[in-house]
């Protein structure tokens, strides 16, 4: 295949292999898109492209990236980015050579996963119940995100074939397409049996309309056609106000950390929690026992009679 002549057009078609032939998330296209297009804009700016930069161009602009004081995480996101595309242009025989291959990245800094206490979450999940607006709906979201430690955008695109005959558990398709099955708790599954009846009698009204009718257990007018994370954010942090939660320790993914962490500490095994939250090496998962370890460590320091000073 010759190559392309600019740069957008190399990112546009690394996007679209990247779509058709590994099933990328729509998220993870995006931070590709992001990463790429800075890369290009930055190689610009040095009179030089994707075509002709060599190991020393790529090294730079790390070093350009640490200047800026981006975070470790962010810039081994992308060299990560550039190495993907640079192996595809090496592949498809745009380049005779990958000049990123042996840079090693910046690493991560490894950082304990803040979470949610199970009060907390009760409070929130409290306060999702009392919703003054689309009660059934916000009970059901809550009860399925901490029952099961889906992923935001998991949750909000399910499809509603998924929740049809009460089942016990839902098949979550994950990141790259892979699929896996969550168990539901029985709150979880009253709340989607109660919301689902409300949903179908507001479809079937629909329907009589002329309204064709949703794929997606939680549909919206918007462009997805189900609710968007955005929203859905928003929501959360209108629980956490009205159940006194301070707004700044909630996000979707707090519990998802939360879901992890309280199943650890009621002895849940490691790998079925890997298997729960779709996590392709246990490794990922294993941050969840510093957690505990930390929070046990900090239980005894406050409570241990030989660890409080002692007056003379």
Known sequence: MTAPTQMSRWVQVFLEAQ?????????TLLSYARDLRGFADWLQAQGTDFADACRSDVEDYLIDCETQGLA????ARRLSAIKQLYRFAFDEGWR???????????????RLPKTLSIAEVDRLLDAARASPKETLRNTCLMELLYATGMR????VSLPVAAARGDPRMLLVRGKGGKERLVPLSPPARQALASYLAERDAAEETARKAGKPPSRFLFPSHGKAGHLTRHRFFGLIKDFALRGGVPPSKVTPHRLRHAFATHLLEGGADLRAIQTMLGHADVATTE??????????????????????????
């Open 72 to 75: 470790k995480s962010t810039r």
């Open 152 to 155: 935001v955008t998991e949750l």
């Open 96 to 110: 005779a050579d990958n000049p990123a291959v042996q840079i090693k990245g910046p690493g991560r800094a490894q």
């Open 287 to 312: 941050i969840y026992t510093h957690v505990v370890d930390a929070r046990l460590r900090d239980l005894v320091l406050q409570h241990h009679p030989l660890a409080k000073s002692r007056k003379s």
């Open 19 to 27: 779509a058709a032939e590994m099933d990328a998330a729509q998220n």
